[in-house]
């Protein structure tokens, strides 16, 4: 038998036995009495296993939470961050059609297999694109450039275009 099995059931013998006690003792202030030695029996009874636990002397705090590490499994890591840098690429060609330019294909370049994911690279490919007529006069890659920076955090030097 386990040792939670046996707690369980040393618990539920004695909440019967002090029922049975209940049922058999007159009312009274004899019954008050026994009741209350029943009550402190079933909290002590409910107790012994963290009083035991805690009085073996080999067992140390330290040990407790240096033996509990969290790994990530990197195909679960790269999954979530496969699908953090679509979502990402997505947002970004979306908010470069709403500004007027569309047919632009944006990539994003970054190790997925890394607890925080940091793009590397920024790939624009300026090929297919078609340009609204009301802001024909502007210059592309700037605005795109405003538009990529201010959705990601990476340096201008890390991003690419593509005619």
């Known amino acids: 038998m386990s040792a939670i099995s046996a707690w369980i059931l040393g618990i539920v013998g004695v909440v ?3 029922i049975i006690v209940d049922l058999v003792m007159p ?3 004899t019954s008050k009495f026994i009741k209350n030695i029943f009550a ?6 409910i107790l012994s296993p963290i009083v035991s636990f805690l009085s073996k002397k080999d067992i140390k705090l330290e040990d407790i939470f240096e033996n509990n590490n969290i790994t990530i499994q990197e195909e679960f890591l790269s999954s979530v961050n496969q699908k953090i840098l679509n979502k990402l690429q997505k947002e970004l060609e979306n908010d470069i059609e709403e500004f007027g330019i569309s047919g632009v294909q944006v990539g994003l370049k970054a190790n997925i297999f890394e ?5 590397e690279q920024v790939s624009i490919d300026l090929k297919k694109c078609v340009i609204d007529e009301n802001i ?6 700037t605005s795109i450039l405003k538009i990529v920076l ?3 955090n990476i340096e201008e030097e890390k991003i690419v275009f593509y005619e």
């Open 115 to 119: 607890e925080e994911l940091n793009i």
């Open 27 to 29: 009312n009274g202030s």
């Open 150 to 152: 201010r959705k990601i």
């Open 136 to 141: 024909s006069h502007i210059d592309i890659k």
């Open 16 to 18: 019967v036995l002090s």
């Open 40 to 45: 402190f029996v079933i909290v002590i009874v």
